[in-house]
């Protein structure tokens, strides 16, 4: 595998039910991100994990949690969504600033639809 | 308040002629600006960067000219070729995250 992966590539779940997305990583980076992309809106940034801790959370709603295990490895916990919360979900990886520059490499998403 | 914008949600160019994307933003201390294309079914692509320090920057077929006291990016394509057909977002640096804006797509026509 290269570049960044994500699993599944398509959810279809209820109001009720518990999910996760996974996204691996194999660029050797050491921050993670979980971005939204609704139609006809800007990519929205989630959360950001550097060195495996969590250094951002845009006021997400509690329903989402993430987990960042180690720094090739980043989940988003999904329970009780709304039909609103359907949407593509993008996890991106690079290195922190201190090593690298801006670039920000992204996986292919997962198309997640709320029943 | 959108900080990033990109204001023709799409353009339709031949092939063999020149593509211009346009990118305006509003917070002058953004560091770098970055244009990344995305197919359908596919995550962004990263394409081209330009520091806030140039004017611009050539990588091939595409150069991305910065305007900073118009507060404005470009991203030029020549020449276009129909593999070029997607959408383009532009995405400003701010300290450590990407601001992005709404995209446009492009489509290259022969």
């Known amino acids: 595998e290269t570049g960044v992966t994500q699993t599944p590539r398509h959810l279809v779940m209820g109001m009720t039910n518990k999910k996760s997305l996974k996204c691996e990583q194999h660029?050797?980076?050491?921050?993670m991100y979980w971005y939204k992309q609704s139609a006809k809106k800007p990519l929205e940034l989630m959360f950001v994990?550097?060195?495996?801790?969590?250094?951002e959370n845009n006021s997400v709603p509690s329903r989402f949690s993430p987990e960042c295990p180690n720094s090739s490895h980043l989940f988003l916990h999904l329970h009780t969504l709304q039909p609103e919360d359907s949407a593509l979900y993008l996890c991106a990886s690079s290195q922190d600033r201190l090593a690298g520059g801006p670039e920000q490499f992204f996986g292919p998403g997962t198309r997640l639809t709320v029943l | 308040d959108q900080q990033v914008k990109q204001n023709s949600p799409s353009l339709s160019v031949q092939e063999g002629r020149i593509s211009i994307l346009n990118c305006d933003y509003t917070?002058?201390?953004?560091?770098?600006f970055l244009w990344y294309k995305k197919y359908p079914a596919e995550g962004p692509t990263f394409l081209i960067s330009?520091?806030?320090?140039?004017d611009k920057n050539e990588d091939g077929r595409f150069t991305v000219f910065l305007n900073k006291s118009a507060k404005h990016l470009s991203l030029h394509i020549v020449p276009s070729q129909p593999g070029d057909s997607a959408v383009y977002f532009c995405a400003a640096d701010n300290t450590d995250k990407l601001i992005f804006g709404t995209g446009t797509r492009l489509q290259v026509f022969p």
């Open positions: 660029l050797g980076h050491n921050a």
């Open positions: 330009i520091s806030s320090i140039k």
């Open positions: 917070n002058s201390m953004f560091d770098y």
């Open positions: 994990y550097s060195l495996e801790e969590r250094v």
